[in-house]
């Protein structure tokens, strides 16, 4: 699922790490973090320019994920997911507040509600989420137990940032549910 790409960048990726790191150094609340991250993400999606050739490859037999920048001081990483169609996550949650934009193709979203069940518990699924290219979204934890999937028939990319260091933890999920699930 991780692929480490190589230090190549493109002028408007630098650029998107210049303003995800000015939103990011202001030391907000994560919420409001996630906020003007996905503000200044917004401009970047769709633009040809933004990821390399080698950025945009798939895998056939899962979604690939390329680290585009890590910051040195671990406050957040930048990071493309490639989905081939039908591909999708496990239904998870993720270590930090977290913000995605669809940059191409287009991704669907089933949000979950952890909700205690006697001595277990189970998830009730509480809202479908499509995304196109251009929308944005963001959560900070709690709250934030999903699974993504492409849900369209040609690939999708979306745009991560993460308030953690990918790079060093190898993805931003905390944790991967094999719960019974309720659906909406």
């Known amino acids: 699922m991780t692929t480490p790409t190589a230090a190549l960048t493109t002028a408007r990726l630098d650029q998107l790490v210049d303003d995800v790191r000015e939103a990011v150094g202001r030391g907000l609340p994560p919420d409001t973090t996630a906020y003007l991250v996905g503000e200044r993400l917004a401009g970047h999606l769709g633009a040809p320019d933004l990821l390399t050739a080698e950025q945009r490859e798939g895998d056939p037999d899962r979604y690939r994920q390329h680290i585009l ?25 993720h270590v930090s507040w977290c913000v995605t934009g669809v940059h191409e193709g287009q991704e669907s979203e089933r949000r979950y509600r952890l909700v205690p069940d006697g001595t277990t518990a189970r998830l009730v699924a509480t809202e479908d989420v499509v995304n196109g290219q251009g929308d944005v979204c963001g959560f900070a934890p709690p709250g934030d137990i999903h699974r993504v999937r492409n849900s369209c028939s040609s690939t999708a990319i979306s745009i991560h940032v993460y308030g953690a260091d990918v790079a060093r933890l190898g993805s931003s999920v905390r944790r991967v549910y094999d719960l019974p699930v309720g659906e909406l």
């Open 69 to 93: 920048h890590a910051e040195s001081d671990g406050s957040f990483s930048v990071v493309a997911l490639v989905w081939l169609p039908g591909q999708q996550t496990a239904v998870h949650d």
